[in-house]
């Protein structure tokens, strides 16, 4: 089966400093991988996504995620956090086996909370 | 910039009550995705529509759950009737295209439901 896992419930951090949210995938074929933002009582934001090509992807709010096919990981990184950061991160894969559709799977989410 | 609309943002009802949903998405979006948030987890994709077809309800509960997209444009997701389970934030999602593109949902402000 299709999966994403986000090992961390909480990542804490200072402000100003370099934060890392880990996201690791299960798929059968070559994934597409997507990072979303989710702030208190809204619905989620777009950050960034893999498809294909370089390993580095650069997204909105000075985001970047990183692909690692042989750790089969997509973390999401930000060199300096700041406390307008803090809300709630989701990681998804493509379902490659929804018949061509966009069928998203995504994992539990990472609580992201920075402090001044 | 276009968003996807949702209403009501906040429902609060009584169990055996009936409740329904509005979305409208972004002009011209074709696929429209309605998921079930249930609080400490990531959304979970409920039904797809390709234009004013169903393409994915794998997960709709059909006994009690419908969602209709009658001309293709907006869209109703319709709980009859709502059991305490139920009380979690439905997203509304669309996106331009689906069949072979890996295209990215845009999501709305979502509805909190409260099933007392």
């Known amino acids: 089966a299709q999966s994403v896992a986000q090992p961390e419930d909480q990542v804490n951090v200072a402000e100003g400093n370099p934060l890392t949210v880990k996201c690791t995938y299960s798929?059968?074929?070559?994934?597409?991988l997507f990072w979303y933002v989710q702030y208190p009582n809204r619905g989620l934001q777009f950050l960034l996504k893999y498809i294909t090509g370089d390993n580095l992807v650069k997204g909105s709010y000075g985001f970047e995620a990183e692909f690692n096919k042989s750790q089969t990981s997509f973390h999401l990184k930000k060199p300096s956090a700041l406390v307008s950061d803090s809300a709630l991160y989701f990681c998804?894969?493509?379902?490659?086996?929804?018949?061509?559709?966009?069928?998203?799977?995504f994992g539990a989410g990472t609580r992201l909370a920075v402090h001044p | 910039e276009a968003e996807v609309a949702q209403s009501p943002r906040y429902k609060i009802t009584e169990k055996s009550q009936a409740v329904a949903f509005w979305c409208d998405p972004i002009s011209g979006h074709a696929t429209l995705y309605w998921y079930r948030q249930i609080l400490g987890q990531g959304p979970e994709l409920l039904v797809q529509f390709q234009d004013e077809s169903v393409v994915d309800d794998s997960q709709l509960p059909k006994d009690r759950f419908s969602a209709e997209r009658l001309k293709g444009v907006d869209s109703t997701l319709k709980i009859q009737p709502a059991e305490l389970g139920d009380s979690a934030m439905y997203l509304c999602?669309?996106?331009?295209?689906?069949?072979?593109?890996?295209?990215?949902?845009?999501f709305g402000p979502g509805t909190r439901l409260l099933v007392l």
């Open positions: 999602a669309s996106s331009p295209t689906t069949t072979g593109v890996v295209e990215t949902q845009y």
């Open positions: 798929v059968s074929g070559n994934p597409y």
């Open positions: 998804a894969v493509r379902d490659l086996f929804s018949g061509g559709y966009n069928k998203l799977i």
